[in-house]
């Protein structure tokens, strides 16, 4: 495997991903190890305690490596690689965001008011 420098991410601690799908066979690189490119993908999914409706999707159970200003998180579900997003989400964007920021934060939409 070739040298890897790993830049600066968005939390500013080295822990951005990096993926290159030619060099390294279809496979992305993240600091915390391999994670295929496509679908086998297992997708953690988790809840803000502190946050309304916040969630979170992230491709290791581990929930140290989501946001602590919006903890404590709790674990939700586990979406199988040949399994569907909820809400219509679009698997590959999902996998994308956590291949590079190790997670994804999305909110759930206000439940419209029944007219009285």
């Known amino acids: 495997m070739p040298n890897i420098r790993w830049p600066a991410g968005p939390r500013g601690n080295g822990d951005a991903?990096?993926?290159?799908?030619?060099?390294?066979?279809?496979?992305?690189?993240?600091?915390?190890?391999?994670i295929p490119w496509g679908s086998n993908m297992r997708i953690y999914v988790f809840?803000?305690?502190?946050?309304?409706?916040?969630?979170a999707f992230a491709g290791d159970p581990d929930v140290h490596q989501l946001p602590r200003q919006h903890g404590?998180?709790?674990?939700?579900?586990?979406?199988?690689?040949?399994?569907a997003p909820p809400h219509k989400f679009s698997r590959e964007t999902i996998e994308k965001a956590i291949g590079a920021d190790g997670f994804?934060?999305?909110?759930?939409?206000?439940?419209a008011k029944a007219p009285a």
Do not use: C
């Open 104 to 111: 994804q934060l999305w909110r759930l939409r206000d439940k």
């Open 72 to 83: 404590p998180w709790t674990a939700t579900g586990v979406i199988g690689p040949d399994t």
């Open 47 to 55: 809840k803000s305690e502190t946050r309304d409706g916040l969630r």
């Open 17 to 34: 991903a990096w993926y290159n799908r030619n060099a390294l066979g279809g496979v992305g690189v993240t600091p915390t190890g391999a």
